[in-house]
């Protein structure tokens, strides 16, 4: 469900985080996440696909961003749009301040910190207190493997929380 006020909820098509998709529940894909390169390590793409984003004006930021794997899939650097700057990855997976904190911290374009409190089944993105979004893994009876549900006020910054999200999703896979 979605309205011009309401959060909107996107179905994650695929457990895999380095190959799956969003759609949102008109059926249109939203994101879609795929390996474009192996030179000579991974090269994952996240695409923010222009028939869902052009539904949602209040949508910045760059279409792509780009997730350069380290040698044997270790975190390696991120790049969003056409920019040259590399961003390691490490810098969005920075650790809590409290000891044994499960969250990750990590800082968008703008120079704003977000957190993401994280679990193998749920996670969810904050600014301060506020939830911004929610990721899920859906019941076994649904055909989607999870649903991420964003608030409307979150929206400018959709493809940072999704590049985020599928970072911390690798991160959990490969163990980082």
């Given at each position: 469900?979605?309205?011009?006020?309401?959060?909107?909820?996107?179905?994650?098509?695929?457990?895999?985080?380095?190959?799956?998709?969003?759609?949102?529940?008109?059926?249109?894909?939203?994101f879609?996440?795929?390996?474009?390169?192996?030179?000579?390590?991974?090269?994952?793409?996240?695409?923010?696909?222009?028939?869902?984003?052009?539904?949602?004006?209040?949508?910045?930021?760059?279409?792509?961003?780009?997730?350069?794997?380290?040698?044997?899939?270790?975190a390696?650097?991120?790049?969003?749009?056409?920019?040259?700057?590399?961003?390691?990855?490490?810098?969005?997976?920075?650790?809590?301040?409290?000891?044994?904190?499960?969250?990750?911290?990590?800082?968008?374009?703008?120079?704003?910190?977000?957190?993401?409190?994280?679990?193998?089944?749920?996670?969810?993105?904050?600014?301060?207190?506020?939830?911004?979004?929610?990721?899920?893994v859906?019941?076994?009876?649904?055909?989607?493997?999870?649903?991420?549900?964003?608030?409307?006020?979150?929206?400018?910054?959709?493809?940072?929380?999704?590049?985020?999200?599928?970072?911390?999703?690798?991160?959990?896979?490969?163990?980082?």
């Amino acid at each position: 469900m979605s309205s011009s006020s309401g959060p909107y909820t996107l179905l994650q098509y695929g457990d895999n985080p380095l190959s799956h998709r969003f759609i949102d529940h008109a059926g249109r894909p939203a994101f879609t996440i795929a390996q474009v390169a192996q030179n000579p390590n991974p090269v994952i793409r996240l695409t923010r696909e222009a028939a869902w984003s052009q539904q949602h004006p209040s949508i910045m930021g760059p279409d792509n961003s780009f997730f350069y794997l380290g040698p044997e899939s270790t975190a390696g650097f991120i790049v969003y749009g056409n920019n040259r700057t590399n961003i390691p990855m490490n810098f969005f997976l920075r650790p809590g301040r409290r000891e044994g904190s499960v969250s990750r911290y990590f800082r968008a374009q703008s120079g704003k910190d977000y957190k993401w409190r994280i679990g193998s089944h749920r996670m969810e993105c904050l600014d301060g207190r506020t939830i911004l979004a929610t990721w899920e893994v859906s019941p076994p009876d649904k055909e989607y493997h999870a649903l991420l549900t964003i608030r409307h006020n979150a929206m400018h910054l959709v493809t940072e929380i999704a590049t985020t999200l599928v970072l911390n999703q690798m991160a959990l896979a490969l163990g980082w």
